[in-house]
T-cell receptor, first 115, second 114 residues
Framework: AQTVTQSQPEMSVQEAETVTLSCTYD???????LFWYKQPPSRQMILVIR????KQQNATENRFSVNFQKAAKSFSLKISDSQLGDTAMYFC????????????WGAGTKLIIKP | DTEVTQTPKHLVMGMTNKKSLKCEQH?????MYWYKQKAKKPPELMFV???????INESVPSRFSPECPNSSLLNLHLHALQPEDSALYLC?????????????FGQGTRLTVV
């Protein structure tokens, strides 16, 4: 079975701090695509960052970066200089040909940024 | 334009009502999705349309009926729903059904069945 595990149900940090959200996954495929989505209280699911498994270089998008460890099947998200607007649910997800390229989701991590 | 627009934002309906949820995108995407999301849970896939044809139906009850009139529009027709169908319904689109740069989501319709 292909699964995604987010072991931190909830986290909170002070504004301007750096926070890392963990994500591990399980698949027997060699090629796949990994995603982090953010869902703030406004409900819209927003794509934060994307990583292709065949690329060794870690993806970055402004204050967001990932630590992709393929052998360990780990895909953590680092948020630098956290802002109040980063408060949201964060979902890790991936897709493979075996999943018919449908997203397989983790349970989510609720991140609270405190002023 | 990277928006997926869903209407209405909120909907309250009785168990005997018929209503429809609408979704629109103008990004030229050829894959569109309906998801159901319960509070504090990840989205659950319901339907996938690829090039306006139903590609995936995740064993969704027939009281939910999807429709894709054209490449920009996706509807979800609701009839005889149950209170347990109350949830956030999310529409999404992607370039194609396959490895892409990711799916873009609308803000969802909060559905309450009374």
């Amino acid at each position: 079975a292909q699964t995604v595990t987010q072991s931190q149900p909830e986290m909170s940090v002070q504004e301007a701090e750096t926070v890392t959200l963990s994500c591990t996954y399980d698949t027997s495929e060699n090629n796949y695509y990994l995603f982090w989505y953010k869902q703030p209280p406004s409900r819209q699911m927003i794509l934060v960052i994307r990583q292709e498994a065949y690329k060794q270089q870690n993806a970055t998008e402004n204050r967001f970066s990932v630590n992709f460890q393929k052998a360990a099947k780990s895909f953590s998200l680092k948020i630098s200089d956290s802002q109040l607007g980063d408060t949201a649910m964060y979902f890790c997800a991936f897709m493979t040909s075996r999943s018919n390229y449908q997203l397989i989701w983790g349970a989510g991590t609720k991140l609270i940024i405190k002023p | 334009d990277t928006e997926v627009t869903q209407t209405p934002k909120h909907l309250v309906m009785g168990m005997t009502n018929k209503k429809s949820l609408k979704c629109e995108q103008h990004m030229g995407h050829r894959a569109m999705y309906w998801y159901k999301q319960k509070a504090k849970k990840p989205p659950e896939l319901m339907f996938v349309y690829s090039y306006e044809k139903l590609s995936i139906n995740e064993s969704v009850p027939s009281r939910f009926s999807p429709e894709c009139p054209n490449s920009s529009l996706l509807n979800l027709h609701l009839h005889a729903l149950q209170p347990e169908d109350s949830a956030l319904y999310l529409c999404a689109s992607s370039q194609v059904q396959g490895p892409t740069r990711g799916a873009f989501f609308g803000q969802g319709t909060r559905l309450t069945v009374v």
